[in-house]
């Protein structure tokens, strides 16, 4: 039994705070969660997908988080409580539906995950998503810590059930990736059927429903607003005239420094749990008892806007900071040392910083920069491609996936980066305007993600590129989650169909279909050329697994490489390949069989063929 299962209230799990959010969606009786996978979201989804082998409760892995939003929209509608997650990038996928969505509204509960990622440890952007609440005028709830996970996301349920409207949870990469001893509560019974109740002028958004709509939802914020002044998670700790707002994980910061700083009797404290609508009476109250105020929150000034916004209402002038020189930044993640030295500048606190480690002795480490894991077949593909292409004078379009990393030399394979499934839209435009050849990289889960769409523009505008598709038979950055080309049955699933895309390419209207195996150097590299060559939009897709997805189904077929007397010392294999089995000893290249997964690719690169199969490996 999955240990979120265990139906076992007041005993205490050291959950990771994604667990706890899961957990938090049983006890309130999530009966349908939809997801696209990404971090720092990912393990949630990862969870229930697991959950829903064992139980009654419906998951999905949606083609994307539009698609996501839609069919858990639909299931919340007909009386289901649903959850719909994904990472903070996820959401503007899903915006297009977000937005009349709320107008709609839901019958049953329906959360929305949403997981900010400042300092975009995994991201192409650490954009605040709060702002979505305030475009959408949907309430948000912003916990602050793991615990407070679990208990929150019940009340997520509940204040979408008590407003008929989605409500969205954010937290940030801190919240889910940090760990905390938990108190389980108890699994509400899931309700797992239910019924849509035909009113088509509450439910068909034409402009005649929608003007009517959008009058409701005004009235829904106004009942939000009262909600959101009288919520218990608006944490309120009195003080002296010193005031600080903050909210999410900053609150611990602050709460720290507060102590440490020795301030607890002249500084007091709002944390805003319900942060959309912002609680405007609750706020003024706590200003009209302070001389200054100083706002705490990673990301935009999006609480300092509202707050100062608050105080001219109330006709208050008392100097209220958050951002700017000297204060807080818009960029990255916070840290206690920081929220402290601010606290203690801006309200005039004797601060002495514990003085720095002298690490001046130290040599100083090795850059280790992210790498394409041993054996990855993307590796295969970009060398292949850049040998074929090797006398054009072309550019490569790139995408959100582990093929990223290809942009790092010595493969060079990636120009141009926006978002999921933009490499082939900006395939389009840089092919129309440059007159160089392009190049567009895809993984398989993107492709279907967002890729379809820009693939059909390019056949209807009769645009001239090579699109390469790289198919690894699974969503491999986020963690090897499914997709709609994935083989469900080697992973023991009944009830799933694949989807070729091979056969969805050609039904676009492509003439030029090629299939490469990529560890076959040589034959692969005279496919990739022809497809080069051709005019109009020609499409390589290269099929071989991940590694250490073959790895989970023990269908890798290991046999160790080394560099046997033979090698002249030429090192194209690490000046081309970079793999990183691949270490120099004794200005000599090797090769640690450790590492080594037996692709063969640089045994097949090697001018003196000096690259052997390891006999016992």
Do not use: W
């Not at 996301?153 to 801190?174: C, D, G, K, M």
Request: aromatic content about 8%; hydrophobic content about 40%; some cysteine.
């Amino acid at each position: 039994m999955h240990k979120l299962l265990e139906d076992c209230p007041g005993k205490k799990l050291f959950l990771l705070g994604n667990e706890a959010i899961a957990r938090g969606a049983l006890e309130a009786g999530v009966a349908v969660v939809t997801a696209y996978p990404g971090t720092p979201s990912s393990e949630i989804s990862m969870y229930f997908f697991d959950i829903s082998q064992e139980t009654d409760l419906y998951f999905e892995y949606s083609t994307n988080e539009k698609v996501a939003l839609e069919v858990a929209a639909a299931t919340a509608n007909s009386g289901v409580r649903s959850m719909c997650v994904m990472k903070h990038v996820g959401l503007n996928v899903a915006a297009d539906a977000l937005m009349t969505l709320a107008y709609l509204g839901v019958k049953a509960g329906l959360v929305i995950i949403c997981a900010d990622d400042p300092f975009m440890f995994s991201s192409q952007n650490e954009q605040d998503n709060r702002y979505y609440a305030k475009l959408s005028g949907l309430p948000m709830i912003e916990p602050s810590s793991v615990q407070e996970s679990r208990e929150m996301v019940q009340y997520a349920f509940e204040l979408s059930e008590t407003l008929q409207e989605p409500v969205i949870f954010r937290t940030t990469t801190r919240i889910n990736h940090s760990t905390e001893v938990v108190p389980l509560g108890k699994i509400s019974q899931r309700k797992i059927s239910g019924d849509f109740e035909k009113d088509p002028f509450s439910y068909v958004a034409v402009p005649a429903v929608s003007r009517n709509l959008h009058a409701k939802l005004l009235k829904n914020i106004e009942k939000a607003e009262k909600l959101s002044d009288n919520s218990k998670y608006n944490l309120i700790k009195d003080g002296g005239d010193l005031g600080i707002i903050c909210n999410g994980v900053s609150y611990l910061y602050v709460v720290d420094a507060i102590r440490e700083l020795k301030i607890e009797d002249t500084v007091k404290t709002i944390r805003v749990g319900f942060s959309n609508p912002m609680p405007k009476k609750t706020i003024q109250n706590f200003l009209k008892g302070c001389k200054k105020v100083l706002v705490v929150e990673e990301g935009e000034p999006y609480m300092e806007e509202t707050v100062k916004a608050f105080a001219q209402e109330a006709g208050l002038t008392l100097p209220i900071k958050g951002k700017g020189e000297n204060l807080f930044s818009r960029l990255y993640e916070f840290d206690p040392v920081m929220v402290k030295q601010v606290i203690s500048e801006d309200f005039d606190v004797p601060y002495t910083p514990t003085a720095a480690i002298d690490f001046s002795d130290v040599p100083e480490l090795p850059q280790r920069p992210p790498s394409l894991c041993p054996g990855c077949s993307h590796r295969a593909t970009f060398y292949v491609v850049k040998k074929a292409a090797e006398f054009m004078d072309f550019m490569c379009t790139t995408d959100i996936g582990c093929y990223t990393l290809g942009f790092f030399p010595p493969l060079s394979m990636g120009d141009f980066l926006i978002c999921m499934g933009a490499s082939i839209g900006t395939g389009c435009g840089f092919s129309k305007v440059t007159g160089k050849k392009v190049i567009s990289i895809i993984g398989d889960s993107t492709f279907f993600h967002s890729g379809i769409p820009g693939l059909i523009n390019a056949v209807f505008n009769n645009h001239n590129f090579t699109l390469v598709i790289l198919d690894n038979g699974t969503t491999a950055m986020t963690g090897h989650q499914p997709h709609p080309g994935v083989d469900m049955k080697q992973l023991n699933l009944d009830g799933y169909r694949q989807v070729s895309i091979e056969e969805i390419v050609k039904a676009a209207g492509v003439s030029h279909v090629s299939l490469i195996k990529p560890f076959k150097v040589k034959k692969s590299i005279a496919v990739v050329r022809e497809a080069l060559e051709y005019q109009g939009i020609s499409v390589i897709i290269a099929q071989e697994k991940c590694i250490l997805y073959a790895k989970s189904l023990r269908q890798e077929k290991a046999k160790a490489f080394y560099i046997s007397e033979k090698c002249k010392n030429h090192r194209n294999c690490i000046n081309e390949l970079a793999c990183p089995a691949f270490f120099i000893e004794e200005n000599r290249a090797k090769i640690d069989p450790a590492l080594c997964v037996g692709c063969a690719v640089c045994a097949q690169i090697c001018p003196e063929n000096a690259i052997l199969p390891l006999k016992n490996s």
